[in-house]
């Protein structure tokens, strides 16, 4: 079974750490992490928007803390599982030759969504509708592992 397992998305104050609070309250045994592939929010919690919104979930984001993806994830962990296209793009650049680590999108584990990325509540401003994209995913993802 996979148990370690990094939700990454652009900056780590949104989905990323929700997909961690979601996928931490499906598995709890799973060890989980969460990065950002840039890094303007480094050290930052997660976005006041996105906690009050898991918080409504029963979700607690407080914890978490954003840090930047580095190519040493990929020996740190089983699966990467990246929020969009352009996350995926950014992981891959930073692979070190002959690593095999996984890397997919987390819209993956739910093809009945046909959504093929979990959109920027940042920007968006639809935070309840990604945590319900976010969930279904991560119930898909567990239920392969």
């Known amino acids: 079974m ?11 104050i949104c989905r990323s750490p929700a997909a961690e ?5 499906l598995v ?17 919690a997660p976005y006041d928007p996105m906690q009050h ?13 954003a840090r930047q993806f580095e190519a040493v994830d990929f020996d740190r962990f089983d699966l990467i599982v ?5 996350n995926v793009t950014a992981i ?3 692979r070190p030759a002959g690593c095999a680590t996984p890397v997919a999108r987390l819209t993956d584990y739910a093809p009945e969504t046909c959504a093929d990325h979990i959109p920027d509540p940042y920007y968006t401003r639809d935070f309840d509708g990604v945590l ?14």
């Open 132 to 145: 319900d994209l976010i969930e279904t995913c991560a119930r898909g993802l567990a239920a392969r592992l």
């Open 82 to 86: 990246a929020m969009d296209a352009k």
């Open 53 to 65: 919104a898991a918080r409504a979930r029963g979700l607690d984001l407080s914890d978490l803390r």
């Open 2 to 12: 996979t148990s370690r397992i990094l939700f990454v998305c652009l900056g780590n």
């Open 28 to 44: 709890p045994d799973a060890q989980t992490d969460s990065a950002g592939t840039g890094g303007w929010h480094i050290g930052e």
């Open 21 to 25: 609070g979601v996928f931490r309250a």
């Open 92 to 94: 891959e650049a930073l």
